[in-house]
C-alpha cells in the first residue's frame, strides 16, 4: 500500500492532450509509457481528446516522452496539464472508459492495412491468418464507418459484430497490439466476404471485371495488360477516355511503368493510399488505361482483400518474400458507380446499379456509414496538391491563422466539397461530385448532416458560391442563418491564403474554366488583391467569344475558331474545322449572337489544343488541357506574343504564332510564353501595390509545367508565390475559401 506523506516527493499531474488521438491507439501507447516509467493513474477518451493523470517520481519523464513515439496514426495539437494533489493509495495505471459528454475531437483517417497486420495476414501459424478484414490501432476504417463520435465501437458499424473470446481477450490485454482496437475482429467473430477470394481472382484472370466493395464504396477491378476487359470497362461505365488508374503490389512493381522520386514513392507509401500522378514509362499495359496522356495513375493495395487478391495471382510465392518483389500484375481500379453518380455504398444498390458493368459483385456484411472515394494527389514544385481529397485526408483538420465563427460552406457545382469551422481549424469533406443529379445531391446532403453531427457544431454562419443557380446555393437558404454568396475566384484565392496562414493583403493570380463575375458574366483568368472579407479586381485575360456557350467545354474546336475569328482568319476556321459545323459558328461569332464572352484561361488552354490538333473534342473535363500538357518537352518563350493594355493581359499574338507550329513546338510554346506573360503580369501589379506574395489558385494550375514556371519566374523578380504543401487548387477548394472568408464577414457582421 502507498501512503502519501508530507515528505511525499512524488507529482500528480492532470494532462489535457487534442488532436487526432482517439481510434489510433493513443490510450494503450499512454499506458505503456506510463507504465514503464512506473507512474500510477488512468487515461481515458473524452469530448476534447485524451485525458491523463499520472502521479509518481517520473511524470517529467513522461512530459519529455509522450510526443517523442507516438502512434503513427496519431496527431498531437495541444499538451496542456497542471498539477493536482497526490491520491493515496493509488497502485496501477489503468485506461478508464469514454466520459459522455460534448464531442469536439478530431477524426481518425480511413488508413491502410500496416506492414505488422501484413506479416500477420500470410502467416500460416497466426489465427488471422488470410482474413480480410484484419486491423489494429494502427491501420483499418475509420471514418467510413464512425456514426458519432467518440471512436468507440458501439458508435460506428462494428457494433453489429460481438467480440468472440479470442478477440476479447486481445482487446483486454495491455501487451497485445490489438489491444482497445475498436475494428478487432476475426474469421470468427467479424465480417465476412461474399464471395472466396480465389473467385475474384479467378474471375480477373479469365478477363472478367470485379465490382468489390471497399473500404469507402464499391470499386470496379480488372486486368491492366487485358485490351479487351479495359475497353469493355470504359463502354459500360460511358468513359471513353478519362484516364483509369492502376494498382500495383509494391513500389518496385511501380518502378516498371512510371517514373518515381523518393517523395512521391513516400506519399504513395504513406497510410492514405492515394492515387499519385507520375510521368509514365513505355509498358505494357493496356493503351486504352491513360489515352492521350503522358502521366499514369497508381496506387498500392490499401486493404487486406486488394493483398490476399495480389496473392492468388501471383503464381509463385516465397514465404513473405513476394511482398516486395517486383511483379507484372497491375489492376485497373476505378470508382464502383455510374456516370456522374456518386460512389455506390450500400449492397443492395450495388446489385442492382453494377449488374451491367461488372460480371461479379462481391460484397461484405459491414455496413459503410458514408462513402469515400479514392484520394488523387500531384506532384509539382517538390510539393503536393490534391486532384481529389477523399480517403485518407477526409475530415482531417486545416489550421486556419486565427479562430472565426463557426461556419458552414457549402462549396460550389463541380469537384464539390463542404468545408466546417471550428474556432482556428477548417473540416474539409471527402470529394462529392458534380451536383447534377438526385444521387450525388443526396448524398451531398447526407454528407453535410453527418460532417455537422461528428463535429458536434452549431453554425453561426453559412458560405456558398455566387452563382444563384447552383444547388449549393440553393441549400443556403435552409438554415435561417445569416449567409454570404462568395465570388468564385475570391473563394479559390482565400483557399490558398487560408491553407498557407496568410491574412494579410495578397495580389492573387485566378485561373480556370468558369467562375460567375460581378456582372453575371464569365469569369475564369482574373487578377486580384485578395483580403479575408473583400477583394478588388485588378485586371483580367482578354475575353473571347465563346461560341455556343457551354458547349465550348466539350467541344474545343469552337473556342479555336473564336480565337481565329478575332484573328480575322476566317478562312482557317473552315480549313481546320470542316468536318464540324464551322459555316453555323462562323454565323454565331458574326452576329455575337449566342456567344457569351468569358475571360477563362482553361479555355485558351481548350483553344490551343484544338488549333494544334491536338483535342477538338473533349470528353471529359480538363482533357484537352491535359493532352496539351503531355505534349510538353522544353518550355519556350516567343517574344512580342502578348499585350498588357488598361491591366488586360491579350495573347492573340502567341495564338497567331501556333498557327504554324507542329504539336510538341507548339505545345512548349504555348506554355513557356503564357508562364512569362502571366509573371510580367503579376510583376507589374505587385510592384506597383508593394505587394510580395501571389496566391495562385484555380484548375489551371492543376498543370505542373505551368505552375513550376510561373513560380519560378515569380520567384527571380522576390516575389513569393503561395501554393501550400496539400493544397486544393480547383473547385474542391473553394469551400476552404469560402468558410474563410464568410467567417471574416461574420465577425464585422
Given at each position: ?6 515528505n ?5 499531474l492532470?494532462i ?21 516509467l512506473s ?17 509518481g ?22 499538451i ?18 469514454t466520459?459522455a ?11 491502410a492495412?500496416?506492414?505488422e ?16 478484414f484484419?486491423?489494429?490501432?494502427h491501420?483499418?476504417p475509420?471514418?467510413?464507418i464512425t ?21 476479447t ?50 470499386q ?21 477516355d478519362?484516364?483509369?488508374a ?8 511501380a ?5 518515381v522520386?523518393a ?7 504513406s ?10 514509362r ?21 486493404t487486406p ?46 446489385k ?16 459503410i ?12 514544385n517538390?510539393?503536393?496538391f490534391?486532384?481529389r481529397r477523399?480517403?485518407g485526408?477526409?475530415l ?14 457549402l ?37 453535410l448532416s ?19 443557380d ?11 442563418l445569416p ?7 475570391h ?25 460567375l ?7 475564369g ?8 472579407t ?6 483580367s ?5 465563346q ?31 470542316s468536318?464540324?459545323q464551322?459555316s ?28 494544334l490538333?491536338i483535342c477538338?473534342?473533349a470528353t471529359?473535363?480538363?482533357?484537352a ?7 510538353v ?8 506574343s502578348?499585350?498588357i ?8 499574338p502567341l ?7 507542329n504539336?510538341v513546338d ?5 506554355h ?8 510580367e ?11 510580395t506574395?501571389v ?27 503561395v501554393?501550400p ?6 473547385d474542391?477548394g473553394?469551400s ?12 464585422e457582421?
Amino acid at each position: 500500500m502507498v501512503i502519501a506523506t508530507s515528505n511525499d516527493t512524488r507529482t500528480r499531474l492532470c494532462i489535457r492532450i487534442t488532436g487526432t488521438v482517439q481510434g489510433v491507439g493513443f490510450r494503450p501507447y499512454v499506458y505503456h509509457l506510463a507504465s514503464n516509467l512506473s507512474l500510477t493513474g488512468f487515461v481515458m477518451n473524452d469530448g476534447n481528446g485524451v485525458y491523463i493523470e499520472i502521479q509518481g517520481h517520473n511524470t517529467e519523464h513522461f512530459m519529455q516522452q509522450i510526443q517523442l513515439n507516438v502512434p503513427p496514426l496519431a496527431k498531437i495539437k495541444t499538451i496542456n496539464y497542471d498539477k493536482k494533489s497526490i491520491i493515496p493509495n493509488e497502485e496501477q495505471f489503468t485506461i478508464r472508459s469514454t466520459a459522455a459528454n460534448d464531442v469536439m475531437t478530431d477524426i481518425g483517417i480511413d488508413a491502410a492495412i500496416c506492414d505488422e497486420c501484413i506479416q500477420d495476414l500470410f502467416d500460416k501459424t497466426n489465427r488471422y491468418f488470410h482474413y480480410p478484414f484484419i486491423a489494429c490501432s494502427h491501420c483499418g476504417p475509420r471514418y467510413s464507418i464512425t456514426n458519432r463520435l467518440p471512436f468507440d465501437r458501439e458508435n460506428t458499424s462494428m457494433a453489429a459484430f460481438a467480440m468472440c473470446q479470442a478477440c476479447t481477450a486481445e482487446y483486454t490485454d495491455p501487451n497485445n497490439k490489438r489491444y482497445h482496437t475498436q475494428t478487432i475482429a476475426c474469421a470468427e467473430c467479424g465480417p465476412q466476404l461474399s464471395h472466396s477470394i480465389e473467385t475474384i481472382a479467378k474471375a480477373i484472370k479469365q478477363g472478367k471485371i470485379v465490382a468489390i466493395k471497399g473500404l469507402g464504396g464499391y470499386q470496379l477491378i480488372c486486368d491492366a495488360h487485358n485490351e479487351k476487359v479495359v475497353e469493355k470497362l470504359r463502354k459500360c461505365k460511358e468513359r471513353s477516355d478519362k484516364p483509369f488508374a492502376i494498382m500495383v503490389l509494391n513500389e518496385q512493381s511501380a518502378n516498371q511503368y512510371v517514373h518515381v522520386s523518393a517523395k512521391e514513392i513516400t506519399i504513395l507509401k504513406s497510410h492514405q493510399r492515394p492515387i499519385v500522378i507520375f510521368s509514365q514509362r513505355e509498358n505494357k499495359l493496356s493503351k486504352n488505361i491513360s489515352p492521350g496522356l503522358s502521366t499514369l495513375g497508381v496506387m498500392l493495395p490499401c486493404t487486406p482483400v486488394h493483398y490476399l487478391i495480389f496473392e492468388n495471382l501471383i503464381d509463385e510465392k516465397n514465404g513473405h518474400k513476394w511482398l516486395v518483389e517486383k511483379k507484372e500484375v497491375a489492376l485497373v481500379v476505378t470508382s464502383g458507380n455510374n456516370f456522374e453518380a456518386p460512389i455506390l455504398t450500400d449492397d443492395l444498390s450495388a446489385k442492382n446499379d453494377l449488374a451491367d458493368i461488372a460480371d461479379l459483385i462481391v460484397s461484405y456484411n459491414r455496413a459503410i456509414v458514408t462513402h469515400v472515394d479514392d484520394s488523387v494527389i500531384k506532384f509539382a514544385n517538390e510539393k503536393v496538391f490534391f486532384i481529389r481529397r477523399a480517403r485518407g485526408y477526409a475530415l482531417e483538420s486545416i489550421e486556419l491563422p486565427y479562430e472565426i465563427p463557426t461556419t458552414i460552406a457549402l462549396g460550389g457545382y463541380l469537384k464539390n466539397t463542404i468545408c466546417i469551422t471550428r474556432k482556428n481549424e477548417a473540416f474539409i469533406s471527402q470529394h462529392i461530385g458534380k451536383l447534377s443529379n438526385v444521387d450525388t445531391i443526396k448524398t451531398y446532403r447526407e454528407t453535410l448532416s453527418h460532417m455537422h453531427n461528428l463535429l458536434n457544431i452549431k453554425p453561426e454562419c453559412i458560405a456558398h458560391d455566387a452563382h444563384p443557380d447552383f444547388y449549393s446555393s440553393h441549400i443556403a437558404l435552409e438554415f435561417n442563418l445569416p449567409t454570404f454568396a462568395i465570388q468564385h475566384h475570391h473563394a479559390h484565392l482565400a483557399a490558398m491564403a487560408a491553407q498557407n496562414k496568410l491574412a494579410q493583403p495578397a495580389i492573387g493570380l485566378a485561373l480556370d474554366g468558369f467562375g460567375l463575375g460581378e456582372k453575371q458574366e464569365s469569369w475564369g483568368g482574373e487578377l486580384m488583391i485578395c483580403r479575408p472579407t473583400n477583394y478588388t479586381r485588378l485586371g483580367s485575360l482578354k475575353p473571347f467569344a465563346q461560341p455556343g456557350g457551354d458547349i465550348v467545354v466539350r467541344q474545343p474546336w469552337r473556342m479555336a475558331a473564336s480565337i481565329l475569328f478575332e484573328l480575322n482568319k476566317l478562312s482557317e476556321i473552315q480549313a481546320r474545322f470542316s468536318s464540324y459545323q464551322s459555316s453555323e459558328l462562323v454565323a454565331l461569332l458574326k452576329k455575337s449572337s449566342h456567344s457569351p464572352i468569358s475571360s477563362s484561361c482553361g479555355r485558351l488552354f481548350d483553344a490551343a489544343s484544338a488549333l494544334l490538333n491536338i483535342c477538338k473534342i473533349a470528353t471529359y473535363e480538363g482533357q484537352a488541357a491535359m493532352m496539351l500538357e503531355s505534349k510538353v518537352t522544353i518550355p519556350t518563350i516567343a517574344d512580342h506574343s502578348w499585350h498588357i493594355i488598361d491591366n488586360q493581359l491579350n495573347l492573340l499574338p502567341l495564338f497567331e504564332k501556333l498557327l504554324n507550329c507542329n504539336q510538341v513546338d507548339g505545345a512548349n510554346l504555348f506554355h513557356g510564353t503564357l508562364a512569362a506573360a502571366l509573371a510580367e503580369w503579376v510583376v507589374i501589379n505587385a510592384t506597383k501595390l508593394s505587394l510580395t506574395h501571389v496566391l495562385l489558385a484555380g484548375g489551371c494550375f492543376l498543370n505542373s509545367v505551368l505552375l513550376e514556371l510561373v513560380t519560378r519566374m515569380l520567384k527571380q523578380f522576390n516575389l513569393k508565390p503561395v501554393f501550400p504543401d496539400f493544397a486544393i487548387p480547383n473547385d474542391a477548394g473553394l469551400s476552404l475559401g469560402q468558410a474563410w472568408i464568410a467567417g471574416n464577414k461574420m465577425m464585422e457582421y
